[in-house]
């Protein structure tokens, strides 16, 4: 017996083992993100041309994209302009007029044009009320099915046709696909089955399916974020942090100069509910520059100092380690609070002075850049860590930090004006405090 054994398609197929892809344009597709044959299906078309209705040359609105139906009646030889550049002429024709089409370094689509057959042209329609011109339009014949045709998002070397034979080959060949959507959830929302849906995606039948198909995918992908996140608070709540007691802050407020605005106020309060939690808090406080999130930090950080732990506060760069070091230093010292600066300019005999400080104790808040996550900087008694600009750090710089102390409660500050749906996304482990006001005088 001979012959090969031909492989079952799956999702996580490669997408090599389609027809006409191969190892070469494997490596084309991997330009868009696609190696596999789920990547393939889900790289979903940017646009449709709709063949099942085109108008005649007369018709078609000057200065818009049309699908004209005519015949084609003339097409020159290849005129070359320039190295590189090629120009061809064509005339189609229909019961209401001529159309003259150019078409660009296209000689092997041109000589596969016949003439006296109709074809459909798609593309800007130019010339004057008495004339109308087309360039570089696309060219079909007449379909005969799926006469609305996906347009994708697209490299070099693999074109929308190219995609569309791949994914009808997947959509054909793929059998017994689950759907992640139970049965009850589908008819609750009256959504089709995923294959169902797919192939409407990319071969509707009509426009009117496609939004029914598209509501279906933006669901799919809501709530697999809403279950990632459900998975990444789920643990965080099996971690332990401090539970810090309900002390009064009251003499922090009141050596303020000022009275702090009704949302740095709340913000102060959502905070000290998390740390008053077994639960590592994690919080993300966002506002503009000149909000005021840094008071919102150094109340947590006085708060955390009463229940007797320490804290430490990351900054990306020393200048705004600096910053936050004279303003802090100015805020907390008068209450009571030992306060040190560390960072990659702080000499050797002052970083160990730090270090010993923060192991025995003996400093209550540590503000610094990376330098803090360096080997020997630990923590005697960690109960909050503060990062700033969070953006600039990233999720494992962040955990490396809070690893450092113990599960300790996390802050982070953003000057980024994020909206909350947004903020899911970036910042999904955390809770969101928006200080929406700024302090009088600002």
């Known amino acids: 017996m001979t012959g090969e054994l031909k492989l079952a398609l799956t999702l996580d197929t490669s997408i090599q083992f389609l027809k006409g892809v191969g190892e070469k344009r494997a490596q ?4 868009l993100g696609i190696r596999t044959v789920r990547e393939l299906l889900y790289h979903f078309p940017r646009q449709y041309i709709d063949l099942s209705a085109p108008i005649s040359i007369m018709d078609a609105p000057l200065h818009e994209n049309c699908a004209i139906r005519a015949k084609l009646t003339y097409k020159s030889g290849e005129q070359r302009i320039r190295a590189g550049l090629s120009v061809f002429k064509l005339i189609a024709q229909d019961h209401t007029g001529s159309l003259e089409v150019t078409v660009f370094n296209s000689k092997f689509t041109v000589e596969r044009l016949e ?51 791949n994914i009808l080959q997947a959509l054909e060949e793929l059998t017994d696909i689950p759907d992640m959507l139970s049965d009850a959830i589908r008819q609750k929302y009256g959504f089709p089955h995923w294959m169902q849906s797919m192939r409407v ?29 459900a998975i990444l608070h789920s643990g965080n709540e099996a971690q332990q942090a401090p539970a810090m007691a309900p002390l009064d802050i009251g003499r922090f407020y009141q ?15 959502e905070s000290i509910s998390d740390m008053g939690r077994c639960v ?17 930090a150094a109340a947590c950080i006085y708060f955390a100092f009463l229940s007797g732990f320490q804290s430490t506060m990351m900054a990306p760069t020393e200048i705004l380690a600096e910053q936050h070091y004279n303003t802090l230093r100015a805020m907390l010292e008068p209450l009571g609070m030992t306060i040190a600066l560390l960072t990659g300019s702080t000499r050797a005999a002052e970083k160990k002075r730090i270090a010993s400080g923060l192991l025995d104790g003996g400093i209550d808040l540590c503000i610094g850049t990376h330098a803090l996550l ?62 929406d006001e700024i302090p009088p005088g600002r």
């Open 255 to 269: 050596s303020l100069p000022f009275q702090p605005t009704a949302a740095q106020l709340r913000a102060i309060d």
């Open 115 to 165: 003439t006296d057959h109709d074809y459909i042209f798609v593309g800007p329609v130019g010339g004057s009320i008495l004339k109308r011109e087309m360039s570089a339009p696309s060219i079909y014949p007449i379909p005969e099915k799926h006469a609305i045709l996906p347009v994708y998002p697209q490299t070099s070397g693999v074109s929308s046709t190219l995609m569309r034979r």
């Open 28 to 31: 084309l597709y991997a330009k």
């Open 280 to 296: 590592p808090m994690n919080r993300l406080i966002q506002g503009d520059v000149g909000s005021g999130k840094t008071l919102v």
């Open 374 to 435: 360096s080997d020997g900087v630990d923590f005697k008694n960690p109960g909050l860590v503060v990062t700033d600009e969070q953006h600039r750090f990233g999720v494992a710089q962040r955990a490396r930090l809070s690893g450092k102390s113990s599960n300790a409660h996390v802050m982070v500050m953003s000057a980024t004006p994020i909206p909350r749906t947004l903020s899911l996304i970036v910042y999904g482990d955390l809770s969101l405090s928006v200080i």
């Open 201 to 229: 995606i990319h071969f509707p039948e009509s426009l009117s399916q496609v939004q029914t198909a598209r509501d279906r995918f933006v669901f799919e992908e809501l709530l697999t974020l809403c279950c990632a996140l």
